[in-house]
């Protein structure tokens, strides 16, 4: 045999072996795997993004209002110290469309399915994901989500951040935040008062009924997936998909540097996948969000209605300077505005139309009733 012949063999033996160990290897791997997390996809009748993480540690255990803090403290640790699953080859299924990909190195999943049939009228869909690669006599790793697909009676969207925003965090103090992420739980940490309220008035919209989605666009790290989600049914916050960050270690350090980046990259991701759709946005003034939905407007003008910052900061330089970021979000054709409480947004929205004028009172409502509590 020629030498080009014996090097076409010997390449075909080689790609050979080198499938047969990357096929045991992924069945080490996912034999390692204990649990899968899907995270709430979204997307359209064309094309729905789905992901998840794949991990070799089992679920954290159900928390109580009664808990104490050594408990939360524990739990937060079980959520934090997470045993990736890197390699895992993971089958993702959502109306009719079928996938396999491979997480990352630190466990992740993604992927973009084109659904051949989708529930009519149906705003949630169900996602099925299961690690394969599996031997016979291991139990099997699966678990099911959903995908948000909005719609034909959505009008408009609603992106917000979490911290400080809808969850009293004080992310501009640290050990105040490290005391409410660490000591407390998904039971006992509380949102502004009126949050609730207006977010399902933004969710029905002036129909009473629109289904209009809401995006949870976050800079908390994804091991707190299942705490954010867990406090948002707690109190009776619509859900969304949320859009968080991996905190892995990096050359660059232990924590996230770029929130900017990750933040800006999540909405265009979202306002991109829904080209024909206006969207509210709603955040705070203790970090970068003014600054981030300016950049929003700038890109995508004639499509944001509004912007709504809560005030956290007690700093007259930072108001001075949202305050010039609203002149300039006014040239370029939307609304900045900076509030102490959720009932002015309230009340601006409805004036828009936005939201039916009955729900201003109940939010102002929830707002007078948490001012009149003790403590």
Known sequence: MSGPGWARWAARIARAVEQDVD???????????????????????????????????????PVDAADRWWRNLANAWRHLETDEVAGARVRVRVGGAESEVLTDEEGFYRAWLEPASLESGSTWHDVHVEVVDRVRSEA???????????????????????????????????????????????????????????????????????????????????????????????QSVPPGPLMLRDWGISDRGMLPTAHGDH??????????????LPFILVGDSGQQDPEIYRDVVHEHGDRVLAVYIRNVTSDPARSHAI?????????????????????????????????????????????????????
Request: charged share 20%; with cysteine; aromatic share 6%.
């Open 23 to 61: 096929a045991s290897r992924a069945r080490r791997r996912t034999a390692h795997a204990r649990q899968v997390v899907p995270y709430r996809g979204f997307g359209n009748r064309r094309e729905i993004f789905v992901s998840g993480r794949v991990l070799g540690n089992p679920p954290a255990g």
């Open 323 to 375: 305050s010039a970021l609203s002149a300039e979000v006014r040239l370029a054709g939307s609304d900045l505005l900076l509030s102490d409480d959720t009932l002015a947004s309230a009340r601006h929205a409805a004036s828009h139309g936005w939201i039916r004028s009955d729900s201003v009172e109940r939010v102002a409502d929830a707002v007078s009733s948490s001012a009149a509590r003790p403590g």
């Open 263 to 276: 933040k800006l990259g999540a909405i265009r991701q979202i306002m991109n996948c829904y080209a024909g």
């Open 140 to 234: 099997p790793v699966r678990a099911t989500g959903r995908a948000l697909v909005p719609t034909r009676t959505a009008e408009f969207g609603v992106i917000s951040d979490l911290d400080d925003t809808v969850i009293r965090t004080e992310a501009t103090r640290l050990l105040r935040m490290l005391k409410r992420t660490l000591l407390e739980n998904a039971l006992t940490r509380l949102p502004f008062p009126g949050v609730a309220e207006f977010y399902e008035s933004l969710h029905a919209g002036a129909s009473g009924s629109a289904g209009n989605p809401i995006f949870y666009v976050s800079s908390s790290p994804w091991n707190l997936y299942g705490v954010l989600t867990d406090f948002l049914q707690h």
